[in-house]
Nanobody
Framework: QVQLVESGGGLVQAGGSLRLSCAASGRSLRTYVMAWFRQAPGKEREFVGSLNWSSGSTYYADSVKGRFAISRDNTKNTMYLQTNGLKTEDTAVYYC?????????????????WGQGTQVTVSS
């Protein structure tokens, strides 16, 4: 089992930044893929980016590429999502997720473990 807890959401003006955190506990993440998804009201859950915990490689959705960055702190078992240049359309609940397989990182239904989510609201 893996437990995930997100934090760091809030209200920010367009163009601003937030750093979201996802603290993991339970099993070792060494062989896991972790990811950020988001869900806006009335919309489906959307892939934001992923992190191969072992290699540190990352992959991003086109909508956030160049603005968002994923990083990790191995000592704290924590993944981060640095969000810069926020837009009103980035407003959503942001979730972190984890799974053991390295395949299909953009598919939300493939992820076994989820956090409770953290709200990000971007005002114009």
């Amino acid at each position: 089992q893996v437990q995930l807890v997100e934090s760091g959401g809030g209200l920010v003006q367009a163009g601003g930044s937030l750093r979201l955190s996802c603290a993991a506990s339970g099993r070792s993440l060494r062989t896991y893929v972790m990811a950020w998804f988001r869900q806006a009201p009335g919309k489906e859950r959307e892939f934001v980016g992923s992190l191969n915990w072992s290699s540190g490689s990352t992959y991003y959705a086109d909508s956030v590429k160049g603005r968002f960055a994923i990083s990790r702190d191995n000592t704290k078992n924590t993944m981060y999502l640095q969000t810069n240049g926020l837009k009103t359309e980035d407003t959503a609940v942001y979730y972190c997720a984890a799974k053991a397989s390295l395949l299909r990182v953009t598919v939300s239904s493939d992820y076994a473990y989820w956090g409770q989510g953290t709200q990000v609201t971007v005002s114009s």
